[in-house]
Structure formats: structure tokens, C-alpha cells
């Protein structure tokens, strides 16, 4: 029998979520101070959600929010989603007679689950910090070949995160009243790795 030769090809490969998602880099969106009140979210919502970027920062803020108090987290969280996605309501939990649809109410119980998920979205938290992020707080996004234009109105944002092996998704659409809100949020509520 023949030997045939074998050639061993040796290939150098970069690693990680920007490589691997094949993502674009969007500008960073820095909050200067955390609110405290709707009003001061709103302020903040309005200046910073003029961009898709800024209406997923807007989110990442909320999310954060409501691991430092669940009730202002859970209207700010609220307001970070489109007016239509919305459901009319007079309980407690509502913001200006809104709340959560059904869908997006069972996605509370998941940053209930998993506590880093609060803190995991802002620039410099990873496990080996314990997720504690760089300040200013900073949100940075990226889109991919298939994220759509936003020039339509609705475009697919992923949010870097240092908790998991790839940035997570959210769809956000520019709103009734300009400002961009978060269509599409679940991926952001998925669990990350533990804190070190």
C-alpha cells in the first residue's frame, strides 16, 4: 500500500463574541448619573434614546435599576419597552397606567434568578470582578450583517456583555413619540456565568 503524505495545516484563530458574531462596532453610550425618580429616567430616556444604541442603553439602565430597587426597576423597565408592547393597568407595579405585557412580565423573575444579570451589560463587569462595572456607566452595542437598518425604523442591536460567550441580542424600534424602545428584550434576561 501507498503511503500518502499527510499535510498538518496550522491555522491561528481570534477567539471571541466581536469575532465570532461577525459584529460592527456602534458608539458607546455613557450614563452620566443613575435617576432616581420616573421623572429623572424619563429626562435621561429622552436626551439618550434618540438612537437605537441609546433606547438599548436606556434598557441596560432599567435592567440595572431594578436590581437596586424592583418596584422604580420594574416602571423603568416599562418605560424601556415599545408603547404598544405595553398593557393598560391600575395595579401598584404600574407607570402612568402601563405595565408589562404577560411576556415580558415572566422576564422579571429571570434577573429575580439570576442577580448578575443587573450589572452584567455595562463595560468593564465580568464574573472576576464580580460584575462591577467601570464608571461612567457605559453600554456598547455592535450589529451584524443581519441586524436590518435602522433608516426602517427597527434594527437589531447586540449588547457586549463580559457574563456569557457571545453579546446578547435586543430589537428595538423607533417609537410613536421618536424615541427608540426595545421591541424584543428576552435575550437579555438569559442567565450569565456566576460571579467569581
Not at 15 to 42: C, D, H, M, W, Y
Not at 64 to 85: A, C, E
Not at 106 to 122: A, E, P
Amino acid at each position: 500500500m501507498k503511503k500518502v503524505p499527510i499535510l498538518v495545516f496550522c491555522f491561528s484563530l481570534v477567539t471571541g463574541p466581536i469575532f465570532a458574531q461577525n459584529l460592527t462596532s456602534r458608539n458607546a453610550v455613557v450614563i452620566p448619573s443613575e435617576p432616581t425618580t420616573i421623572e429623572e429616567f424619563k429626562s435621561l430616556q429622552s436626551s439618550l434614546a434618540t438612537t437605537p444604541e441609546g433606547g438599548a442603553a436606556i434598557l441596560v439602565l432599567a435592567i440595572s435599576l431594578y436590581g437596586k430597587n424592583q418596584d422604580f426597576g420594574r416602571k423603568t423597565i416599562t418605560l424601556s419597552v415599545l408603547i404598544k408592547n405595553r398593557q393598560k393597568s391600575t395595579k401598584p407595579t404600574a407607570v402612568e397606567g402601563v405595565d408589562l405585557g404577560n411576556g415580558d412580565q415572566f422576564l422579571l423573575g429571570q434577573l429575580d434568578k439570576y442577580k448578575m444579570l443587573t450589572n452584567g451589560y455595562w463595560k468593564g463587569a465580568e464574573p472576576s470582578n464580580g460584575y462591577t462595572p467601570s464608571l461612567p456607566l457605559t453600554v456598547e452595542t455592535y450589529t451584524n450583517p443581519y441586524s436590518g437598518d435602522e433608516s426602517t425604523g427597527k434594527i437589531k442591536l447586540f449588547v457586549a456583555t463580559r457574563g456569557a460567550s457571545s453579546f446578547r441580542p435586543v430589537s428595538v424600534e423607533k417609537d410613536s413619540d421618536g424615541l427608540w424602545r426595545s421591541k424584543e428584550m428576552s435575550s437579555l434576561f438569559v442567565g450569565m456565568m456566576p460571579a467569581k
